[in-house]
């Protein structure tokens, strides 16, 4: 008959040898390399992450190899920890040319929480071709749709027209990015932040009129949705709004960025929303250059207490409570 005393020293050891397996299963980082030419395990990115195992929970780096890689990529919500990386943005692209439905045309789309990209722009080229062709109408084309938990982009590119980075649910964080567009080219219902990045309006030419910069969609109170533009950078051809209101609380607070002599005077655009002024919170907040001329703006934007403020410019308050994003970088 076996002991009291062993059996408790042996389930010790395998409850200890479990979770020490648990914990590398987190910390180790398998590498797979994408190359056009044939030089890596993959030539394109979806096979290589078709390659990562269901609920996988070991973080897997991608790295991608310089070119243009012309092909639609998935990451499904059971394909967890995954680092996607480029040689840098410029040399190493992803793009497509579909359009139509937002959620199904995008060129990039990720339903995986735990999620890394950096060095990688993705693209639609699908309105970009269109803009040379005055018979045809911009349309829906989503270069990136991110419907994920817990997803940051670092020094990535999001080149479209229309509807450029769906944000649409999760906390999201996007540093040191170059994101560009003409109409609602940053939408959505995630709560994000951008930090050191540039907005890049193309609407001169494309018969859009005005271009809209953010088309943010929280619907209510209690939600916790908006995005947060901080020390980023504004510029391109206007004229454009700074954002327009898609639902009854929509959320945009631009902070400490410059502005080029492009925004409209009023700056907001009521939408469908007239009615609901005093629940939206548009805001502009120590912000600079030609473009941030505050003497025109809208009436109804808001004026936020440092209070106020501190809840959305406070990285850990607004979408790091759980320290997610140096967790995440311990794997870069």
Same mark, same amino acid.
């Given at each position: 008959?076996?002991?009291?005393?062993?059996?408790?020293?042996?389930?010790?050891?395998?409850?200890?040898?479990?979770?020490?397996?648990?914990?590398?299963?987190?910390?180790?980082?398998?590498?797979?390399?994408?190359?056009?030419?044939?030089?890596?395990?993959?030539?394109?990115?979806?096979?290589?992450?078709?390659?990562?195992?269901?609920?996988?929970?070991?973080?897997?780096?991608?790295?991608?190899?310089?070119?243009?890689?012309?092909?639609?990529?998935?990451?499904?919500?059971?394909?967890?920890?995954?680092?996607?990386?480029?040689?840098?943005?410029?040399?190493?692209?992803?793009?497509?040319?579909?359009?139509?439905?937002?959620?199904?045309?995008?060129?990039?789309?990720?339903?995986?929480?735990?999620?890394?990209?950096?060095?990688?722009?993705?693209?639609?080229?699908?309105?970009?071709?269109?803009?040379?062709?005055?018979?045809?109408?911009?349309?829906?084309?989503?270069?990136?749709?991110?419907?994920?938990?817990?997803?940051?982009?670092?020094?990535?590119?999001?080149?479209?027209?229309?509807?450029?980075?769906?944000?649409?649910?999760?906390?999201?964080?996007?540093?040191?990015?170059?994101?560009?567009?003409?109409?609602?080219?940053?939408?959505?219902?995630?709560?994000?932040?951008?930090?050191?990045?540039?907005?890049? %309006? &193309?609407? $001169? @030419?494309? *018969?859009?009129?005005?271009?809209?910069?953010?088309?943010?969609?929280?619907?209510?109170? /209690?939600? =916790?949705?908006?995005?947060?533009?901080?020390?980023?950078?504004?510029?391109?051809?206007?004229?454009?709004?700074?954002?327009?209101?898609?639902?009854?609380?929509?959320?945009?607070?631009?902070?400490?960025?410059?502005?080029?002599?492009?925004?409209?005077?009023?700056?907001?655009?009521?939408?469908?929303?007239?009615?609901?002024?005093?629940?939206?919170?548009?805001?502009? %907040? &120590?912000? $600079? @250059?030609? *473009?941030?001329?505050?003497?025109?703006?809208?009436?109804?934007?808001?004026?936020?207490? /440092?209070? =106020?403020?501190?809840?959305?410019?406070?990285?850990?308050?607004?979408?790091?409570?759980?320290?997610?994003?140096?967790?995440?970088?311990?794997?870069?």
């Amino acid at each position: 008959m076996v002991s009291p005393k062993v059996i408790f020293y042996v389930t010790l050891t395998l409850f200890l040898f479990l979770n020490v397996s648990k914990a590398q299963n987190k910390t180790s980082t398998k590498t797979i390399i994408v190359d056009k030419s044939g030089k890596g395990q993959f030539t394109t990115v979806q096979k290589a992450i078709d390659s990562i195992p269901s609920n996988n929970k070991q973080w897997t780096t991608i790295l991608v190899n310089a070119g243009v890689y012309k092909e639609k990529v998935k990451i499904t919500s059971d394909k967890q920890y995954i680092i996607l990386k480029g040689k840098d943005r410029l040399s190493t692209v992803i793009e497509w040319d579909d359009s139509g439905n937002s959620l199904e045309s995008s060129t990039f789309q990720l339903y995986a929480s735990n999620f890394m990209a950096r060095g990688i722009t993705f693209k639609n080229t699908y309105n970009l071709v269109l803009v040379n062709d005055a018979g045809e109408k911009i349309t829906w084309a989503p270069a990136a749709l991110v419907n994920a938990e817990k997803a940051s982009f670092y020094e990535c590119g999001f080149v479209g027209i229309q509807d450029t980075l769906t944000d649409l649910q999760g906390r999201h964080y996007f540093y040191n990015c170059y994101i560009e567009g003409a109409v609602d080219f940053i939408w959505g219902f995630g709560q994000s932040l951008y930090q050191n990045s540039e907005i890049r %309006v &193309q609407s $001169k @030419g494309i *018969g859009v009129g005005k271009a809209f910069i953010t088309a943010q969609g929280r619907q209510s109170d /209690s939600q =916790a949705s908006g995005f947060v533009f901080m020390y980023c950078k504004v510029t391109g051809t206007g004229p454009a709004y700074l954002g327009r209101a898609y639902k009854s609380y929509s959320t945009v607070v631009y902070y400490q960025s410059s502005f080029d002599n492009i925004i409209a005077p009023e700056g907001w655009d009521i939408m469908r929303q007239a009615g609901n002024e005093k629940y939206i919170t548009f805001a502009e %907040v &120590q912000c $600079k @250059g030609p *473009g941030a001329n505050l003497s025109k703006r809208v009436k109804w934007e808001k004026t936020l207490s /440092s209070g =106020a403020l501190q809840k959305f410019i406070d990285r850990n308050l607004f979408i790091n409570q759980d320290n997610w994003i140096e967790e995440h970088l311990k794997h870069v």
